[in-house]
């Protein structure tokens, strides 16, 4: 039986085009499951049918460790995924330059204020970001605004942000297109 | 102003930072033993003439280590004009002093000790016999050399000790997610000291090593050919034996540096494969945006279409949905024609429905006051059962037992509107909950 208030809840985040990732991040800094998404997998039926009728494609029924929704028909990746994806590969960079990749997975880690303002201050990330369109403000506040908001980061009560399900699946990804590719 | 050596010395290494900064220079620097002479002149200054150390500021000048030779300073003819060369013993002490700044032993220092074992040995080989001078002189030769080995491989093993431990702390700062760590650098190290430094000292000092070249010996084989060579002087073999297992028992301990580093390898090795795909992932784009530059493309911003960012697939056309369905017009604002262009369009889409008198189909159901009086007296001494399914049905049923013959529907209606008035909402629930009330006269309607 579904529960109204995370039915509710996962309405609410899917349509103002959140993931619901399989963990979140609770008060003592570790990951732990996140009731949403396990409330839709209780009734996957239900929700998927649901979206689908809505004229909705459900992702993340296949097995993914995160769902959100998508219209179907557009060839092209949208305005949001294109800032999502570079900075994501922006935070990527960053922290591959100075630190191992666990500093964004692992719970001791994080993504620091100190960070953010490093990130804030690059030159070539500030051009990347200006191609994109990500704001007039800072890259910090894209991040908040795009990463954090949209469930691709999930920030520790210390404020560190750590990638989600759905960023670490983003990392695994680009590991696995270019491992194998030489430039 | 010459003076006495030892006393320099021991001033040398009161000072012993600003030459191992020298040494450092050195280490560097190809360890051409060269340091521009400007770099002395700035230590010496900041370090030693400021001092009340009158002796030091004496001593320690650069004419005074020159000509103490100490340095060797090059001439203005010289190519290496401006620089100072340092005596290799000032290395070598420096070295000895600070084992981090040792250097390891390369296949090429291993070759070389290689080469002058076989070259004694041949030498050894070919002269007349153990009692000829020649023979002393080469023997004295091996032994000098024998043991100048020994101490080398043992600092070696020392050397890349400290090596492997400090690939350790490095490797140590990845768990330290606030602290720097380049995997990409320290994999970088790591390949270099296994090339470089950790096989060849594996391979000279192990026993079972082949050389391949005509001719050629391994540094076991050339000692295992001396031992052969003194069968008939069992005093000297046993002694040239004890060095060379003392020389090819370090050989474990290389191995167990070996096995240290191998065991961080393979983790670096993993961060620097990630590393790598991020540093072609972000080139990749960089490529895009290299393309928006100075007008080599006709777009200013990156756009949608990309390959680059097409080919991902963790998420797609992700989208703020709601905004889809806000207003279009912001009816906050402050009243303008707008407001009314909207509100008699809105009119005109209104279809306008006249209302429209119908004739009654049915007559309005009637019942006497009389038939209803009836009907309430009925209700009020009749005995209700405890249990009714269908409140409607049994009413009817009562009713036409009641009236027999005189029953019509309507009387259904009065019977109906009487029981809900006499029997009190707190003594019937529908089914399935059960409430009781202080006289149990309960009603159970479905």
């Known amino acids: 039986m579904f529960d109204k208030r995370k039915s509710t809840e996962i309405y609410h985040q899917l349509m103002n085009g959140k993931v619901i990732n399989k963990h979140k991040i609770v008060n003592d800094s570790t990951r732990a499951e996140n009731g949403l998404y396990n409330e839709i997998i209780e009734n996957l039926d239900d929700y998927s049918k649901q979206n689908i009728m809505a004229g909705y494609e459900f992702v993340g029924s296949e097995g993914l460790p995160y769902f959100y929704i998508r219209e179907t028909g557009s060839e092209y990746i949208s305005d949001l995924d294109k800032k999502v994806y570079i900075l994501l590969l922006i935070i990527f960079r960053y922290v591959s330059q100075r630190y191992s990749m666990d500093k964004l997975t692992h719970e001791a880690g994080g993504l620091s204020a100190f960070d953010l303002e490093e990130i804030d201050n690059d030159e070539s990330f500030k051009e990347l970001a200006h191609k994109a369109q990500i704001g007039t403000a800072s890259i910090s506040k894209g991040i908040e605004t795009n990463l954090v908001n949209k469930n691709f980061m999930l920030a520790k009560p210390t404020g560190e942000l750590l990638l989600s399900d759905a960023g670490e699946a983003f990392v695994d990804e680009v590991k696995s297109i270019y491992s194998s590719i030489d430039l | 102003m010459k003076i006495q050596k030892a006393s320099l010395l021991i001033k040398i290494l009161e000072y012993k930072d600003v030459f191992f900064t020298l040494l450092d220079y050195v280490n560097d620097n190809d360890n051409s033993n060269d340091v521009p002479e400007i770099i002395y002149l700035q230590l010496y200054n900041k370090y030693i003439a400021k001092n009340d150390d009158a002796e030091a500021s004496q001593w320690l000048t650069l004419e005074s280590l020159t000509e103490n030779d100490i340095f060797v300073h090059n001439d203005k003819n010289d190519k290496n004009a401006g620089t100072i060369t340092l005596q290799a013993f000032l290395i070598e002490t420096l070295r000895f002093i600070d084992i981090e700044r040792a250097n390891e032993l390369s296949s090429t220092d291993f070759e070389k000790i290689r080469e002058q074992f076989q070259s004694v040995w041949e030498s050894i080989n070919s002269c007349s016999g153990i009692d000829s001078d020649l023979y002393h002189d080469l023997m004295a030769n091996f032994n000098e050399l024998l043991t100048t080995t020994l101490s080398k491989v043992k600092r070696n093993v020392e050397v890349l000790t400290v090596q492997a431990d400090d690939i350790a702390s490095k490797f140590d700062l990845r768990h330290d997610h606030s602290s720097s760590y380049n995997a990409n650098d320290l994999y970088q190290k790591l390949s270099s000291l296994?090339?470089?430094?950790?096989?060849?000292?594996?391979?000279?000092?192990?026993?079972?090593?082949?050389?391949?070249?005509?001719?050629?010996?391994?540094?076991?084989?050339?000692i295992d050919e001396f031992i052969q060579y003194h069968a008939i002087s069992p005093k000297i073999a046993s002694q040239i034996g004890y060095k060379k297992t003392?020389?090819?028992?370090?050989?474990?301990?290389?191995?167990?540096?070996?096995?240290?580093?191998?065991?961080?390898?393979?983790?670096?090795?993993?961060?620097?494969?990630?590393?790598?795909?991020?540093?072609?992932?972000?080139?990749?784009?960089?490529?895009?945006?290299?393309?928006?530059?100075?007008?080599?493309?006709?777009?200013?911003?990156?756009?949608?279409?990309?390959?680059?960012?097409?080919?991902?697939?963790?998420?797609?056309?992700?989208?703020?949905?709601?905004?889809?369905?806000?207003?279009?017009?912001?009816?906050?604002?402050?009243?303008?024609?707008?407001?009314?262009?909207?509100?008699?369009?809105?009119?005109?889409?209104t279809e306008i429905v006249e209302e429209v008198e119908h004739d009654s189909v049915f007559n309005v159901p009637c019942i006497s006051l009389q038939r209803e009086k009836e009907i309430i007296e009925w209700c009020m001494a009749h005995d209700w059962d405890r249990n009714v399914d269908d409140i409607h049905q049994y009413i009817q049923t009562e009713l036409k037992k009641a009236f027999s013959n005189q029953y019509i529907l309507t009387d259904l209606l009065a019977g109906l509107e009487s029981f809900f008035v006499i029997v009190d909402s707190k003594f019937y629930i529908r089914s399935p909950k059960k409430i009781k009330s202080p006289k149990e006269n309960i009603i159970w309607i479905t």
């Open chain 2, 246 to 349: 003392a020389v090819t028992s370090f050989y474990k301990d290389i191995k167990r540096v070996l096995e240290k580093l191998e065991r961080y390898y393979r983790f670096v090795e993993i961060d620097r494969a990630n590393y790598l795909s991020i540093e072609k992932a972000f080139n990749h784009l960089g490529q895009e945006v290299e393309r928006l530059r100075h007008g080599k493309s006709k777009n200013k911003y990156l756009t949608n279409d990309l390959e680059v960012l097409n080919q991902y697939h963790t998420f797609k056309n992700l989208a703020f949905h709601k905004a889809k369905f806000t207003k279009k017009l912001a009816w906050k604002a402050p009243l303008s024609t707008i407001h009314f262009k909207q509100w008699f369009e809105d009119l005109k889409d």
């Open chain 2, 194 to 222: 296994f090339e470089k430094y950790v096989y060849p000292s594996l391979e000279f000092t192990n026993p079972k090593m082949e050389m391949s070249g005509y001719g050629k010996l391994t540094f076991v084989q050339v």
